[in-house]
């Protein structure tokens, strides 16, 4: 089984707690149903819009990412979770992206990558959350 993979709904690998709230951008066309089977109370947003929890961007190029990682990391609460997702090299999707990259640029930005998880054929994520020190 490829790091990161497992045979649990995406929500569960994600770490998707009820009540929260999740922002998704730029999902692909099933990830309700990759998501599986969601926590009670659970809002699922498309846009940055108040109180957030969780984060979830899909990516493809290393300058989106770039441009939009700061944005991203400050409307999150110091215990809140940004998950990049970036196309598998094995998808054949084009893209600059790989997971050390992802770990750099969150790096540069004061966060740190806790857990990697196989989202789908296609994408992969990494979470990224702010370091302990740096939690109110």
């Not at 692909?28 to 149903?33: V, W």
């Not at 089977?37 to 300058?63: C, K």
């Not at 997702?85 to 094995?90: D, F, H």
Request: aromatic share 6%.
């Amino acid at each position: 089984m490829p790091a990161g993979s497992s045979s649990k709904p995406l929500a569960e690998k994600l770490g998707i707690k009820p009540g929260f709230a999740v922002v998704v951008i730029r999902p692909p066309t099933d990830y309700a149903r990759l998501l599986g089977r969601i926590p009670e109370r659970v809002r699922i947003l498309n846009r940055l819009d108040g109180r957030v929890d969780m984060i979830h961007a899909f990516v493809q190029t290393r300058a989106d990412l770039e441009s939009r990682f700061l944005p991203w990391k400050e409307a999150l609460p110091p215990e809140g979770s940004l998950w990049i997702s970036w196309p598998k090299q094995a998808a054949g999707v084009p893209t600059d992206l790989t997971e050390d990259v992802v770990r750099a640029i969150a790096l540069a930005h004061g966060l740190v990558d806790v857990k990697v998880c196989a989202v789908d054929e296609v994408w992969s994520g990494l979470k990224l959350v702010y370091r302990t020190k740096d939690r109110r």
